[in-house]
């Protein structure tokens, strides 16, 4: 028997005295669905008053409360704790906290100073081996500009020595040149103007004139050159009867003898007394740095120059075999005293001018003229050959005692 069941029997009685609180039972026989008579059979049971079941907490909600309440509890002794202990630590609450925050910051700065500490020296490496790199880029740097500005400097200095040398050179041939003076020019176009027109006037020299005179010019140097070069007359040439008398030893190239001999005279002797044509190797070559040569001239002179000569450096196979200082000597050859040799003339060689080289005889104390048949060329040097030194040519100029 259900508990509704017993609720509405022991409420029967008094069905009467309640009115129906709204719950409807139904009958234990049929509960799902009730018949259509049954309210009209017993009107009643509608009208009793059922008793009010009393309300119950879910237990969800008990737990619940009980939990919130413990746990308000625990909140309560946790404060009450944490009081506590506020209180039993704030007795010194000064000196502990400086003790902690003071050893705290002391060993954060402590950190922070070997940080930076480490920090540093890895700088300080960084910036050595930076300068490292600079100070060697920089000597790098120095020592390549100091050998250009050293390359530019040397080359600059052989260019002006090149350009020194060749001043000189055009100095020395200004000097060996006869150039007609500025004086000298006046003076002919005054009397080529005076000749030809009767004034005197420079000015009225015409241009056509001064070519003229100066193709003249030309005309006579190229006669002179083909008057053996020099326009003058040599006593010393082997086809006007000169001859050589006597020589140093002569030089043998390779060790063997070239030619025979004549007495004590080697045969191409005679070179030195014929033109060379500039013909390099056809020379007399001597045998050392040092030697002499005796010419016999075609006839006794009064001698006013010596004129030596060498082959052109620009053509040579050995300039360093030109003569360099040399002595002339003139006698008399019948005279048998050597007191009557007389020093005609003491020059040096240039190999920077002429190949043909002219000097004048020294003058003589005495008024009476000195007279000659013989002359020795005497080379006292060389210009760097320890083997020999050739002779191309030697001249010899003045003019007959009779001449006058």
Not at 24 to 51: E, F, G, I, M, Y
Not at 88 to 100: C, S, V
Not at 261 to 273: E, P, Q
Not at 351 to 375: H, R, W, Y
């Amino acid at each position: 028997m259900s508990s509704s069941t017993l609720e509405i029997t022991a409420n029967r009685s008094n069905a009467s005295l309640r009115k129906p609180t709204g719950i409807h039972v139904s009958p234990v026989k049929d509960s799902t669905k009730p018949t259509a008579a049954s309210p009209t059979k017993n009107p009643k049971l509608r009208k009793r008053t059922q008793v009010k079941k009393p309300t119950t907490k879910p237990p969800w909600k008990t737990v619940l409360s009980v939990l919130v309440k413990n746990l308000g509890l625990l909140l309560i002794l946790i404060l009450f704790i944490q009081m506590l202990r506020r209180l039993a630590f704030n007795q010194h609450p000064l000196a502990f906290d400086d003790a902690t925050v003071n050893s705290d910051y002391d060993r954060r700065i402590a950190d922070v100073e070997a940080v930076l500490k480490t920090t540093l020296k890895m700088m300080q490496a960084q910036i050595d081996l930076v300068d490292r790199k600079f100070e060697g880029g920089i000597d790098v740097l120095r020592t390549e500009v100091t050998k250009r500005i050293h390359d530019e400097h040397a080359a600059a200095f052989n260019k002006f020595g090149e350009f020194d040398a060749r001043v000189e050179t055009v100095e020395r041939l200004v000097t060996a040149a006869e150039w007609l003076s500025r004086d000298e020019f006046d003076r002919f176009v005054e009397e080529f103007n005076k000749g030809k027109r009767g004034v005197d006037d420079v000015s009225e020299v015409k241009l056509d004139e001064i070519r003229a005179f100066a193709r003249e010019i030309v005309h006579k140097e190229i006669g002179k050159h083909a008057a053996d070069g020099l326009g003058r007359v040599d006593y010393a040439v082997a086809t006007g009867g000169a001859k050589v008398l006597k020589h140093s030893e002569a030089f043998n190239s390779g060790g063997k003898v070239k030619s025979w001999f004549a007495g004590n005279v080697r045969s191409d002797a005679v070179k030195v007394l014929q033109p060379s044509f500039g013909q390099p190797g056809d020379c007399f070559p001597l045998k050392g740095d040092t030697g002499f040569v005796d010419i016999k001239l075609r006839t006794a002179i009064v001698p006013e120059a010596i004129t030596l000569e060498h082959v052109s450096k620009s053509v040579a196979f050995d300039i360093s075999s030109a003569p360099k200082h040399c002595k002339v000597f003139g006698w008399l050859y019948n005279d048998e005293d050597t007191q009557n040799e007389h020093l005609l003339t003491e020059f040096t060689y240039d190999l920077e001018k002429s190949v043909a080289q002219t000097f004048n005889v020294l003058g003589t104390k005495g008024e009476d003229p000195i007279v000659i048949d013989t002359i020795r060329i005497q080379l006292m040097s060389n210009h760097g050959s320890p083997t020999h030194t050739c002779i191309y040519r030697v001249r010899v100029h003045g003019n007959q005692p009779n001449d006058s």
